[in-house]
């Protein structure tokens, strides 16, 4: 039966897709403005599944102020737009605003939400996003959790699971999740893959450095993936609903027992050398062979530790939920959400094709 | 990125220089006796220094208004940058030029330029001299996001892709050009956004964090030098005082220094960094400290006591024979 009130949250990262990386690879450009872009259309069809009320996380980068711009100006014909609400955040253009806008979407009862940005937005949401689902689109650099999909589909999709029109058990699945704890206090957690390095800094975040990468712990690993998962992805695929993980422990090419060449980052293939492979079950603490470095999730350099600490890994299978997109417009097909009129009968064809 | 203790603690020592110089003209100038404007770099530290720490005599940097870091983290000597700013003869341009025309050639350092836009064009410059000679030189032009509205950038960008020189561009974005807010004034969201109708890479890095600007500084130099060709960076950062000493920031928010000065201080963060990892000891910073506090009231003392240029001063230096 569908909730009296639909909403559904927005998150956007503006600063997804800027990184290092357009530097020192070929990584593509994602401009702001193509990102209001894709807000405007999901919103044109939250609007047409009857979606009432779509919270938007603001931001100081330009993307709310493009927004607004975007509601005051006429809609196009036959559209109807949800009522947009930027959530009661005080935007200080780090990570810590998306972790704010999601608890607070959470907390006003978003029965979706939909993130524009790469592994790393898509990370912080996860953090915050507790039992709501997730429909993410590409946006950032490496792109294995979120998909490239159409907005417009993404918003009919969370509008469909927000207003019950497609069950949640029928639209989502539960991803795995890597959690990482330092001197046994939980710190934080990856989608995809964490990976410790001896770099001492995070610097400028991202790891596109195949030498001394030292472990890499993927939730799953897929053949056809960029990033540093498609290490592990080129060795042994997983799939996301695997319930287990992989977990490789890496070396210079002269003392590896098999070399991968791997698309570590965009426009990046390098030969990396693999020790070996062991299979990651959920539960088991594994602690890190360095004891100085920085441990890089979902390919950002995020934790920085010292001989002192005690860094341990493990797999988890309570991550966040996902909405999957084609399984859910299928459902939605079926259900004959879309037929306005007329019957679903469809006559067999007749002729030459 | 690795970095050993000596590059830590010159990286420290080149930041907190910078930080004190700065401070000292913001008292120093409240008492009247310094002449003309003074536009203070305090907070932007990191980025200065991120860029300067890779370079060294075969590279040129252009500075704007603001200069006093990119001087002092190019390698010129505080006690004639301090000289030049009281207008006094023993200054690094005979106390002609006061603080918005510090240059020293010699040291790769062509200029703080009062002409907002002025040091793209002069880049291009420095950028096709080390390309033409092969130096493997560098030329950096460090513009502000007024600055880089102007034509002169715009057409700088252009110039240096078209030729492929070995120059950086680098925004500092502190949020306001002179008081008009950078949202209200710049077409695009990002300055990054710019670099690709330039055909040029664009980053944006956190300008509060020494070691973000240090490894995006160096693969971008690195680009430049193997011949990759211009890159375009915007360092994210504010300052911590007025666009000129005397700005009433009525543009500003009551606690927008305070929140700033006690959350994103770049040397702040590099000490926590560096003391937390137990690279570096915290008397080891505390001695540079120390130092470096001796050395800026050293330099205010002499220039203060330092002579003015005298009359026949004024009819040398205004031509250049070639």
Redesign the interface.
């Known amino acids: 039966m569908a909730r009296s009130v639909a909403r559904v949250g927005i998150v956007a990262n503006p600063a997804a897709g800027r990184d290092i990386r357009r530097l020192v690879a070929q990584a593509s450009v994602f401009p702001i403005a193509e990102k209001r872009n894709m807000i405007t259309r999901a919103l044109s069809a939250l609007g047409a599944v009857g979606v009432n009320e779509v919270l938007i996380m603001p931001d100081g980068a330009g993307l709310t102020h493009r927004i607004v711009r975007a509601l005051r100006a006429p809609l196009p014909e036959g559209q109807v737009w949800p009522e947009v609400r930027f959530v009661d955040i005080e935007p200080g253009d780090t990570a810590a605003d998306t972790l704010d806008a999601v608890r607070l979407m959470v907390d006003d009862g978003v029965g979706a939400i939909i993130v524009l940005g790469g592994d790393g937005t898509n990370r912080l949401v996860a953090r915050a996003a507790g039992e709501v689902p997730l429909v993410s689109l590409s946006t950032g650099t490496n792109n294995v959790f979120p998909s490239v999909r159409e907005a417009t589909i993404a918003g009919l999709v969370a509008g469909l699971v927000a207003s019950g029109k497609v069950t949640r058990a029928e639209a989502c699945f539960r991803n795995k999740v890597l959690r990482l704890s330092v001197n046994g206090v939980p710190r934080d957690l990856a989608l995809v893959d964490l990976c410790s390095s001896p770099e001492l800094f995070i610097g400028s975040r991202a790891l596109w450095r195949a030498d001394g990468l030292d472990q890499l712990f993927v939730s799953f690993a897929e053949a056809d993936a960029i990033g540093l998962s498609s290490i592990a992805g080129l060795v042994r695929p997983i799939s996301r609903r695997a319930p287990f993980g992989l977990w490789l422990d890496l070396c210079p090419l002269e003392r590896a027992s098999r070399v991968i060449r791997a698309p570590i980052a965009p426009g990046i293939i390098v030969d990396v050398g693999v020790e070996t492979v062991t299979t990651l079950t959920p539960g088991a603490q594994v602690p890190l062979r360095l004891k100085r470095g920085v441990v890089a999730l979902d390919g950002e350099r995020e934790v920085e530790f010292a001989p002192t600490d005690q860094v341990l890994v493990s797999l988890a299978e309570d991550g966040p939920f996902s909405v999957d997109i084609e399984r859910t417009m299928i459902v939605a097909a079926q259900h004959g959400l879309f037929v306005r009129t007329g019957g679903s009968e469809i006559s067999a064809a007749s002729g030459a094709a | 990125?690795?970095?050993s203790k000596a590059d830590l603690l010159k990286a420290y020592r080149m930041m907190k220089t910078i930080r004190e110089f700065e401070e000292r003209l913001h008292v120093e100038f409240a008492t009247g006796e310094i002449p003309g404007f003074v536009h203070l770099y305090a907070g932007e530290e990191a980025s200065a220094a991120g860029f300067c720490m890779h370079l060294d005599g075969r590279d040129r940097i252009a500075s704007t208004h603001r200069g006093h870091g990119h001087s002092i983290a190019k390698g010129c000597d505080v006690h004639a940058m301090m000289a030049e700013i009281y207008g006094k003869k023993a200054g690094l341009c005979g106390g002609k030029g006061g603080s918005m025309h510090i240059a020293d050639l010699d040291k790769g350092m062509l200029g703080a330029n009062g002409i907002v836009g002025g040091g793209p064009p002069l880049i291009c410059g420095a950028g096709l001299a080390a390309k033409m000679l092969k130096t493997g030189g560098v030329a950096i032009a460090f513009v502000g996001d007024g600055g880089f509205n102007q034509g002169t950038t715009a057409e700088s960008l252009n110039l240096a892709s078209v030729w492929r020189l070995p120059c950086l561009f680098v925004v500092e974005n502190n949020g306001y050009a002179e008081s008009t807010s950078s949202?209200w004034a710049v077409s695009?969201?990002?300055f990054?956004?710019r670099?690709?109708a330039y055909n040029m890479?664009?980053?944006?890095?956190d300008g509060h964090?020494f070691?973000?600007v240090?490894?995006?500084a160096g693969?971008?130099i690195k680009?430049a030098r193997s011949g990759g060709g211009p890159?375009l960076?915007e360092v994210?950062i504010n300052r911590y005082y007025g666009h000129f000493e005397g700005d009433a920031q009525t543009y500003r928010g009551p606690d927008e220094v305070k929140k700033l000065r006690e959350t994103k201080d770049c040397l702040m963060l590099f000490r926590k960094?560096v003391e937390?990892?137990?690279?570096v000891d915290a008397a080891d910073m505390n001695k540079v400290d120390t130092e470096v506090l001796a050395l800026i009231d050293d330099s205010v003392k002499k220039a203060k006591a330092a002579p003015k240029p005298t009359a026949a001063d004024l009819l040398t230096d205004v031509y250049v024979s070639y």
Do not use: H, N, W
């Open positions: 990125m690795q970095l949202k695009c969201d990002d990054t956004d670099a690709s890479p664009g980053i944006s890095v964090d070691f973000a240090y490894e995006a693969e971008a680009r890159s960076i994210k960094r937390g990892a137990t690279l």
